[in-house]
Structures are given as C-alpha cells and as structure tokens.
C-alpha cells in the first residue's frame, strides 16, 4: 500500500463509518429508555419509582458491592462509599471510536501512536466516557475525587444494567451490531460496553504507518477497510434462511441457495 492508496480507503472508512454511526445513534435513541438506570434501580436511584421493589435492592446492592471492589484496587484506590437515592440520570449513551497506543518501527526507530478504530466504538453515559474517566485519574484527586465517584459510578450502572438485560446484547446483534463488556488499559477492572460494525478495520505495514505520521506531523493513525471486506459482506438473517432451506428441502439446497443469493 501507497499513501495514495491509504488515501482513497481513508475516505471509504470514514464514509462507511458516518453511515454506521448514524444508524447506531438512531437505534440509541429509539432505545433509550432501556438504558435508563432509574427502571433498574427504582428508588434507590434519585427520581425512580418505588414501584420495583426486591429486583431493585438487589440490584442496588451488586452495584455498591461492584463499586466497592472496583474502587480499593488500582488505579482508583478511592475510599468512597454509595448511600442511596444515588444520582444516575436517564441519559442516552453516547458513542466515542476506540482508541489504543501502537508501536510501528522496529527497534530504536520507533513510533509511539494512538491508533483509531473507526467501527468500533465505547458505549457510555456521556459523564463516564473512558477517556474522562482516564483525565480525572490524571488530574489532583483532591479536587476531582467527587466527579471520578459519579463517573464511575455511571460507568458500573450501565453495566449492571447490561447484565440483568440479556436482551439488550441479543437484540443489538440482531441490528449487527454485537455489543459486550470489555476492558481498558490504565482503567483496572472497570467494565466497559463497546459496540463493533459488521465489518473489520486495520492497519497497514508500519513503514506506510510511520510516512503518513511523518506528513501530517501527528502522532495519530486511523485504522482502514479493505475493500474486499465489504464486497464480502455476509447478512446473518440470510445465512440462517439458507440452512433452514438446505436442511428442509436436501435434494434443492443448491438451487435454494442460489434464489436466496
């Protein structure tokens, strides 16, 4: 690959990406009551409804339980505590690409860069995106330690809400968008929703890396589609119609097959 050549699937990527994106951010709207933490945690949470009852102190208590544990580890090392009605909003999650530091060069001709993956995003409350969570652990914890609690305590909120929504994961890779819990470098064991397009991106050999790097000055890169990829492109709900016809029907599934195609 050329830089020509990593420009033209630069523009691919990032069209393909605002095309993604838009879609998720409908679905994210339209979805959002789900992600509300009051339905969850009823009146333990400020504003919910008393209506819930046992299913939200037990959910209640795996958060204080989650919280505690979470923050007497590194990098946190807090000592706080949770006291109820806790103040978690009804905010729809907000989308944010993934980001990871790569080293392109070998030996002492390094490069250290952040590296963007374009369809592959956290999903967060907007107060608890990973990369505020990570400039309040940065900053004097004597006058941001109030702010890192709510941000993580958003950040374990979304993802108990997660674990006792089973559906919520089922129904996004239905949208073909699969959705699970991942961690982060420099943010311990806090767990973290990320949300991935139905096609892969990557990177190109480390000398195309460090020219593009070297021409635009900063120490960034944004990971690329292939176009093969996408001429590959496999819908799931097809697939699963042409098993269903093959095993139904043997002696046509090739011709099944083709009408289906």
């Known amino acids: 690959m050329d830089i020509q050549q990593l420009l033209d699937l630069r523009k691919i990527t990032q069209a393909v ?16 009551p789900l992600f509300s933490p009051l339905a969850l ?13 046992l299913q939200s102190e037990r959910s209640y208590r795996e958060l204080c ?9 590194k990098p946190f090392l807090l000592n706080a505590s949770l006291k109820a009605p806790l103040d978690l909003f009804a905010a729809t999650p907000v989308l944010i690409p993934v980001e990871y530091d790569y080293s392109a060069g070998t030996g002492e ?8 993956r374009p369809l592959n995003w956290t999903l967060s409350y907007p107060e608890a995106t990973p990369k505020r969570i990570k400039e309040l652990l940065a900053g004097d914890l004597g006058q941001v330690k109030e702010e890192l609690v709510h941000a ?25 968008f699969p959705l699970q819990v991942c961690q982060f470098d420099g943010l311990g064991s806090l767990p973290v929703l990320s949300v991935k397009a ?20 900063i120490p960034s890169f944004e990971e690329v589609l292939d176009n093969a990829d996408i001429q590959q ?3 799931p709900m097809r697939q699963d119609l042409i098993a269903i016809a093959q095993s139904l029907s043997p002696d046509s599934s090739t011709t099944d097959a083709e009408h289906l195609s």
Do not use: C, M, W
Request: glycine share 6%.
């Open 65 to 73: 339980t989650r919280f505690k544990t979470l923050t007497e580890q």
């Open 152 to 176: 993580i305590l958003q950040a374990l909120a979304l993802a108990v809400l997660y674990d006792h929504r089973p559906g919520l994961a089922r129904l996004f890779q239905d949208l073909r």
């Open 233 to 235: 492109l496999v819908d």
């Open 109 to 116: 001709a390094r490069h250290q860069i952040k590296v963007t």
């Open 41 to 53: 945690l009823g009146e333990y949470a400020r504003g919910g409804s008393k209506t819930a009852g």
């Open 17 to 32: 990406s605002r095309k993604f994106e838009d879609e998720l951010k409908t679905h994210l709207a339209t979805l959002a």
């Open 198 to 217: 139905p096609l892969e991106t990557h990177l190109p050999e480390d000398e195309v890396i460090i020219q593009n790097t070297q021409l635009t000055g």
